[in-house]
Each structure stands twice: as structure tokens, then as C-alpha cells.
């Protein structure tokens, strides 16, 4: 026990000295938010229709791809999918051969060829931004499950069965832009577009099966159509008005669409299909906006869906203080400044499920202004929640968050990430991959287990308050049969079990809880043999657990902290775990970049550079404040 308390105070000083050393002089923290290969493609490919000469960068990027390739000739998204991903490795081939840096001929190329051949070629693609690049640059047709959807929908008033605001936020935001390039069966290309023709095999049905659940919501789409005033004609143009007016309300400041590359991508292929100039104002600061989203990281550039410096920033002020960071440090003060800053005071589309609401809330990136969500919400409120104490300034920010994040409880008792009773069923029925996860924002573990532990160790409510009980009962009838939960944002079965657990806890329930037990139980079953976790990306598609096989920092710490707030006193499973992770953090291999961030199951997955140094250090903090003191 003394060695292990040794080496934790070591690691803690270490690790607090480093977060500290790496602050910016306005109080945020920028660490890169990798999200493999997949918008690094889409911006070569956009700025060379875009005729876009920022060559330095394309060919930055382009080198990065290429590094990326495995020896097989495919593309993955984690490094244990050792079949390759058809829809990545398309989009790297379609990018390098754009990009003018790599030719048909060379080596690396004919690689990929042969593995997209052999996989079907493009009609075997399941990524539906991979199919809308591919139509919206002339390499396709527009996919059904988009071109089906007719513009109207948007018009659909709240009581129509089929209502645009049902759909989640996140995907609102790519849908809208895909939906105007369909209609218009839009396609553009240049002198120096490649041919893909060859990888198209005519023997594979491009398009996905209708399944009788998705002619229904056809049906009650066309009924909708039906009950519309008006020449078919000029509905049309009021829905394709309104699709416009959509994306350009939701453009922030830096000329991103709701702060993501991706729906900003799409935006600008879809602001050339309503025939705006390739020079438009619009366009040019969406492609500035674009630029600056560019992180560098050993020599190597690539590009981040939306930089992730708020919830960096806040998670960084939390575990800082958690290890014994005093609130008046100077890095605290000049955080907790910073984050004040960045909470949102716009009534924005979370506020059309939630109208009585002030907003409060707090959103992943700076150039988000209009899109909160309740992760990044209360990690800031436990950020500055010590100085709440003392300022006058941070209560009224602090009464303005609680305020928010108690207002987005589902009726179902659990959190949703950004809009509240977005879950209709119907929805998912869409023909998408990945709909059942994009097309709705439902109740999740991990949100309401974190948000139970912020509001029982931060807020000071307990079982007596009501909405504590219904977030609690939530969580209890989601525990998985094998004592897991799900987590919808992280990696996955392992992040979910974390935050639930440590939200119970923090709730009032005991460590004696059959509950909290076959939960900790859960996670001592998957210990691994060199005493650390971890999990496979591959959890997420699957929908259960898939051992790595290898142990990563983030899982190692996110089982630890959940078994530490369950044990009363250390067991040799924990001890075992915290020195395990201590090494971990001196190394440097896959297993340390490993994506332990989801985003869409199958499609995108994410590596949090900041990841390694947070969840040990909050790991690590809690072991020496629950076993090490007195």
C-alpha cells in the first residue's frame, strides 16, 4: 500500500505539473481531437473543387493519409479492425488521387484499389457521408435513403407524425444540406476530378434494402405532402427557402455550420447546388473557418471535426483541482475566466423541447455558440464550482448552468447530449447506417450517470429530490444482465459502467447495492492479465463488449475510478490497476493512441490527445483522496 501511495503522489505531481506547463496564456487548454482520416479526405477533396490553392496544406495532409495506409492497402478506423474499412478507404483513395500528390499508378494506390475491388467496390460502402462526397462530386447517383426524403419535410408542422425538429440536432445539420443536394440531383466536378468508374461493380446493388418500417415512414410522409395548401411548385420553393435559410441561421462566426467540418462540408456543396459562387463570402469563410480547424502533432497535420478546447479546458480545471490544485492558483483562475466565457446565453434549437428555459449551458468548442450539451455542460460547472463559492460573478454563472442542466432531464428520467425528448423511434427507420445512433438524441448511461455524479458531489442533491430518483431509476433499469451499461460517447461498455457507477454513488446509493456490485463485478471480470482495461471499438457496432486484449490509459483509469468509488478500502485488483496505469503513462505506443472516443458506431471514432494525461490524473486523485489520507 505505502509503494503504491508513493507512486501515486509521484504521478499525480508530474502529471499536474505538465497540465499546468501546457496552458495557453488565455487559460484554455488545445489538445489535438484526432478523428482519423475521415475529414482530412473531405477537405482535399472540397478544396480542389473549391479550386482552393492552400497547397501547403493539402499536401500536408495528403502525406498524413498516406502514412496511414496499412500494409494490406486499406484504411481502418481503430487499429484492431484488421479487415480494413471499405468507406475509409475509399475516402483516402478518392482524396490522394484528388490531391494530385499520388497517381493511379503509384504502389500505395494500386493497393487500395485492389482491397476496394475485391470488398465490391463503392456499392458496398456503408458510411453515408462517404456516399454523399462520392454523388456530390459526380462518382454516383444520390442514395435513396436521402433522395427519397423530400425537401417538405422540413415544412412538417410539430404535430405531424414525421416533424424536422424530432430529429436530433447533429443530425439535422447534415441532413438538410444532403437533402437540397438530392433534390436537386446535384453533382459538380473539375478537369482534375478522378475517375472512380472502375471501382464501381455493376453486379452489386448500390442502394440498401427498404425494410417495411422505413416504407412506413414513407407513408406517413406522403400522407403529410397530402394535407400542404398550395401548386406543388410553390410549396417546393418555400421547402427549399427554408432548407437555405436553415443552414445559414446556423452558421457561427468563424463560418462553420454549427461548429462541425463535416456538416460545414457538406454546407458548402450544398450552397453550389443553390448556385452560389465558388467565391461567394459565404464559402470563403467557411473554408477559413475550415483551415484554422488544423492541428499539428509530430510533424504530422490533420484535421479535427471541431476542436474540442472547452471540454478539454473544463475537464483539465476539474482534475487539476481533484489532484490539489488550490482554486486560487493562477491556472485555475485563468481557466475558470475563460470557461465563464465561453457559456452560451443564445436560445437556440435546444430550447424548442425545452421553451421556459434561460440558457446556460456550455458547448465542446469556442466557435460554438448555439449548440450546448449536457456533458461539457457540467464538466465546466465542476470546473469553477469552488469558485461559485467565493465570486459573486461565477454563482450567477453557476445558477445559470445548474439551472440549464436540471431543465434537460428527459421525461424518461435519464440526459440526453443536447436536446431533450428527441426520441422517436420512427426515426431510426431511416435507411442509413448508423441512424439508429444519428437520427435521435434518447436518454444515455453515460450522461446520466455523469450527470448524477456532478449533481450528488457538486450540487449537493440526494435521494430526496425527485429528479434524482427518476435519473437514478433510469440508470438502475438500463444495468446491462452481464452488470455493464452501454456509454454512447466513449468507448464504450467500460465508459458507460464508469459513469454509471460513479453517478449511483454519488447518488446515495450504497457499495452494497446489487446494482453498484454486479456492476464492479462486471469490471473485475474483464481485468485484464497485466492488470489494466481495455476495450474494442468494436463494442460500439457490435452492441457488446469486445476486449482489446491490450490494456489503454483511458479505459485502465475509467474502470479504477469506478471501482474506487465502490470500495470502501483498496483491494489488490486496484493496487494492481493503479500501478499499471502509472506505467502506462510512460509509455508510448498504439495502445496509448488508441480511440477511446465515439462518435457514429462503424463510422467515426475519435483519439482525445488530452485523454491520457485526464482520466489517470482523476484516477489517480481519487485513489490518494479515498484510501491515502489520514
Not at 21 to 47: K, M, P, T
Not at 83 to 91: H, Q
Amino acid at each position: 500500500m505505502g509503494n503504491v501511495l508513493r507512486s501515486v503522489h509521484e504521478e499525480i505531481e508530474r502529471l499536474s505539473a505538465y497540465l499546468i506547463q501546457q496552458q495557453h496564456q488565455d487559460g484554455s487548454w488545445r489538445f489535438c481531437f484526432e478523428n482519423g482520416i475521415v475529414i482530412d479526405a473531405y477537405v482535399i477533396i472540397l478544396f480542389r473543387v473549391l479550386n482552393v490553392a492552400d497547397e501547403d496544406l493539402i499536401r500536408r495532409l495528403h502525406d498524413r493519409i498516406l502514412d496511414e495506409q496499412r500494409p494490406d492497402g486499406f484504411w481502418s478506423l481503430y487499429p484492431d479492425e484488421k479487415e480494413g474499412n471499405l468507406s475509409a478507404t475509399v475516402e483516402a483513395y478518392y482524396a490522394l488521387l484528388y490531391s494530385g500528390y499520388s497517381k493511379t499508378t503509384d504502389e500505395p494506390i494500386l493497393r487500395a484499389k485492389r482491397y476496394i475491388q475485391a470488398r465490391g467496390g463503392l456499392g458496398k460502402i456503408s458510411s453515408i457521408l462517404t456516399k454523399a462526397i462520392l454523388a456530390a462530386t459526380g462518382q454516383r447517383k444520390w442514395p435513396l435513403s436521402i433522395s427519397s426524403i423530400p425537401l417538405e419535410v422540413l415544412l412538417f408542422p410539430k404535430y405531424f407524425p414525421i416533424n424536422y425538429f424530432e430529429f436530433s440536432g447533429y443530425s439535422r445539420v447534415h441532413l438538410t444540406p444532403m437533402l437540397v443536394m438530392a433534390d436537386r440531383r446535384f453533382a459538380v466536378s473539375t478537369e482534375d476530378t478522378p475517375d472512380l468508374s472502375d471501382l464501381m461493380d455493376p453486379r452489386v446493388d448500390a442502394e440498401e434494402p427498404v425494410s417495411g418500417e422505413y416504407q412506413a415512414m414513407q407513408d406517413d410522409i406522403q400522407a403529410g405532402l397530402g394535407r400542404f395548401l398550395g401548386t406543388p411548385r410553390h410549396i417546393h420553393e418555400t421547402a427549399t427557402s427554408r432548407a437555405e435559410q436553415f443552414m445559414l441561421q446556423r452558421i457561427e462566426s468563424d463560418g462553420t455550420l454549427y461548429s462541425y467540418a463535416s456538416s460545414t462540408i457538406l454546407m458548402v456543396l450544398a450552397l453550389l447546388a443553390l448556385d452560389y459562387d465558388r467565391k461567394h463570402p459565404l464559402i470563403a469563410k467557411a473554408v477559413q473557418g475550415l483551415t484554422a480547424m488544423q492541428c499539428k502533432v509530430d510533424g504530422r497535420t490533420t484535421m479535427q471535426n471541431s476542436p474540442s478546447t472547452v471540454w478539454d479546458t473544463a475537464l483539465i480545471t476539474y482534475v487539476l483541482q481533484e489532484a490539489g490544485t488550490a482554486q486560487d492558483h493562477m491556472a485555475i483562475q485563468r481557466a475558470s475566466d475563460y470557461l465563464v466565457c465561453m457559456q452560451q446565453d443564445t436560445k437556440a434549437n435546444w430550447s424548442i423541447h425545452n421553451p421556459d428555459t434561460e440558457p446556460g449551458g456550455w458547448g465542446f468548442s469556442e466557435s460554438n455558440t448555439r449548440n450546448p450539451d449536457v456533458d461539457d455542460t457540467t464538466a465546466a460547472l465542476r470546473a469553477i464550482h469552488t469558485r461559485s463559492t467565493s465570486s459573486t460573478a461565477y454563482r450567477a454563472s453557476w445558477n445559470r448552468g445548474l439551472n440549464w442542466v436540471l431543465s434537460m432531464q428527459n421525461q424518461d428520467g435519464g440526459w440526453p447530449a443536447f436536446e431533450k425528448n428527441t426520441n422517436k423511434k420512427m426515426l431510426t427507420w431511416l435507411a442509413i447506417d448508423g441512424a439508429k445512433s444519428a437520427a435521435i438524441d434518447p436518454s444515455e448511461a453515460d450522461l446520466t450517470g455523469r450527470t448524477l455524479e456532478f449533481l450528488g458531489n457538486f450540487a449537493g442533491l440526494d435521494s430526496k429530490h425527485t429528479l434524482i430518483q427518476r435519473g437514478t431509476k433510469w440508470l438502475v433499469e438500463h444495468q446491462e444482465k452481464n452488470g455493464s451499461w452501454y456509454g454512447r460517447w466513449g468507448v464504450c461498455y467500460i465508459y458507460g459502467t464508469w459513469a454509471a457507477l460513479t453517478g449511483l454513488k454519488a447518488a446515495g446509493l450504497s457499495s452494497s447495492h446489487e446494482t453498484l456490485k454486479k456492476g464492479a463485478e462486471w469490471l473485475l471480470r474483464i481485468q485484464n492479465a497485466d492488470s489494466g482495461w481495455g476495450e474494442s471499438c468494436q463494442s460500439d457496432r457490435l452492441l457488446r463488449y469486445v476486449p482489446l486484449g491490450e490494456s489503454t490509459p483511458s479505459h485502465t483509469a475509467w474502470a479504477l475510478d469506478a471501482l474506487i468509488a465502490c470500495e470502501p478500502k483498496p483491494t489488490s485488483a486496484v493496487d494492481q490497476g493503479i500501478l499499471r496505469l502509472i506505467t502506462s503513462l510512460h509509455e508510448n505506443d498504439w495502445k496509448t493512441f488508441y480511440p477511446t472516443g465515439a462518435g457514429l458506431p462503424g463510422n467515426f471514432y475519435s483519439h482525445y490527445h488530452s485523454y491520457r494525461y485526464i482520466w489517470p490524473l482523476l484516477a489517480l486523485s481519487h485513489y490518494k483522496s479515498s484510501y491515502g489520507e489520514g
